[in-house]
């Protein structure tokens, strides 16, 4: 049995949290899985796992070994990255989850321009606003907005980005423009709801001008948890809607949407790559995130101000 790869499914499965899943982050049957951790808790005479029918449960034992073969594995990537940089370029597979604002209208058309600088990267992009769990499915690293609320991460901000208050002619045609954001509350307008992927909570609309701030919550038709589905709905009508200027510029420019409240200012997004602290930022992360920060410090509505 390969000590060091008997090492790494170990920690696979710890941070998976179940054999399955580990099987599948490593491209392996699950029985390979199963054998090479009853192998190890074989060749080291102590349980490091208990298995129940949903989940995995780390001993004592386990998580003394865990934490130790953790740096070990780090060390030698360490050593390993070292070498390949000295000779060679970034290259291997690398998995990435961004937002589908951020993947449709910035990352995507510049694809070309990132496989030209790095063409042996190998990318696996996961897209959508649903919080991924970096560990457990075995992500790289996020490019996600908003402030973090997971402190054991490692962040980089790298933009930022403003939001602004829009809605369609027609909407506006129904139902007037409003002139203060307290209009928007007194049962003559819709706006478009958003809430939160992870916990379902409504989010509120802040505004804010020479000093005023005001929080609306508002009556909604409709509410979503994706910055497109937003857009969509602010496009068909169906509300007043907080959205990204990166989300609005185009549909501004071709006035589908229009922007109303402009003398009111509302938040600002912060825009991170993130990664766990515990996985060692490889040549092909580095150059991600990288690449990632200049791609945002070139876009003028998104970099950090």
Same mark, same amino acid.
């Given at each position: 049995?390969?000590?060091?790869?008997?090492?790494?499914?170990?920690?696979?499965?710890?941070?998976?949290?179940?054999?399955?899943?580990?099987?599948?982050?490593?491209?392996?049957?699950?029985?390979?899985?199963?054998?090479?951790?009853?192998?190890?808790?074989?060749?080291?005479?102590?349980?490091?796992?208990?298995?129940?029918?949903?989940?995995?449960?780390?001993?004592?034992?386990?998580?003394?070994?865990?934490?130790?073969?953790?740096?070990?594995?780090?060390?030698?990537?360490?050593?390993?990255?070292?070498?390949?940089?000295?000779?060679?370029?970034?290259?291997?597979?690398?998995?990435?989850?961004?937002?589908?604002?951020?993947?449709?209208?910035?990352?995507?058309?510049?694809?070309?321009?990132?496989?030209?600088?790095?063409?042996? *990267?190998?990318?696996?992009?996961?897209?959508?606003?649903?919080?991924?769990?970096? *560990?457990?499915?075995?992500?790289?690293?996020? *490019?996600?907005?908003?402030?973090?609320?997971?402190?054991?991460?490692?962040?980089?901000?790298?933009?930022?980005?403003?939001?602004?208050?829009?809605?369609?002619?027609?909407?506006?045609?129904?139902?007037?423009?409003?002139?203060?954001?307290?209009?928007?509350?007194?049962?003559?307008?819709?706006?478009?709801?958003?809430?939160?992927?992870?916990?379902?909570?409504?989010?509120?609309?802040?505004?804010?001008?020479?000093?005023?701030?005001?929080? *609306?919550?508002?009556?909604?038709?409709?509410?979503?948890?994706?910055?497109?589905?937003?857009?969509?709905?602010?496009?068909?009508?169906?509300?007043?809607?907080?959205?990204?200027?990166?989300?609005?510029?185009?549909?501004?420019?071709?006035?589908?949407?229009?922007?109303?409240?402009?003398?009111?200012?509302?938040?600002?997004?912060?825009?991170?790559?993130?990664?766990?602290?515990?996985?060692?930022?490889?040549?092909?992360?580095?150059?991600?995130?990288?690449?990632?920060?200049?791609?945002?410090?070139?876009?003028?509505?998104?970099?950090?101000?």
């Amino acid at each position: 049995m390969d000590q060091i790869q008997s090492m790494r499914v170990f920690t696979r499965v710890v941070e998976a949290g179940s054999f399955t899943r580990a099987a599948e982050s490593l491209d392996l049957p699950k029985g390979t899985v199963t054998k090479q951790i009853q192998a190890l808790e074989t060749r080291l005479r102590v349980k490091l796992l208990n298995r129940t029918t949903r989940r995995v449960i780390v001993t004592p034992d386990g998580a003394a070994y865990y934490e130790r073969v953790l740096r070990l594995l780090s060390d030698l990537d360490d050593i390993e990255a070292g070498m390949a940089n000295a000779q060679a370029r970034p290259s291997g597979r690398l998995r990435v989850d961004i937002g589908a604002s951020v993947a449709r209208l910035l990352v995507m058309p510049a694809l070309p321009e990132f496989f030209a600088r790095y063409p042996d *990267i190998q990318l696996d992009l996961g897209v959508g606003d649903r919080p991924v769990d970096l *560990i457990a499915d075995n992500v790289d690293c996020v *490019i996600r907005g908003g402030e973090l609320s997971e402190q054991s991460l490692v962040a980089r901000r790298i933009g930022n980005v403003d939001f602004v208050t829009v809605a369609a002619p027609a909407y506006l045609a129904r139902h007037g423009t409003p002139a203060h954001p307290s209009e928007l509350e007194n049962g003559q307008h819709h706006l478009v709801g958003f809430f939160s992927s992870r916990t379902g909570r409504q989010y509120a609309h802040h505004f804010e001008r020479d000093g005023e701030v005001v929080e *609306i919550h508002g009556h909604y038709q409709v509410a979503v948890n994706e910055s497109n589905a937003a857009s969509d709905a602010a496009r068909a009508g169906l509300g007043i809607a907080g959205l990204t200027r990166l989300d609005v510029a185009p549909h501004l420019a071709s006035g589908a949407l229009v922007q109303v409240l402009p003398d009111w200012r509302r938040r600002t997004l912060p825009f991170y790559v993130v990664y766990p602290p515990n996985r060692h930022l490889s040549a092909k992360v580095r150059a991600f995130v990288d690449w990632a920060a200049e791609l945002f410090a070139r876009h003028p509505d998104l970099r950090v101000r």
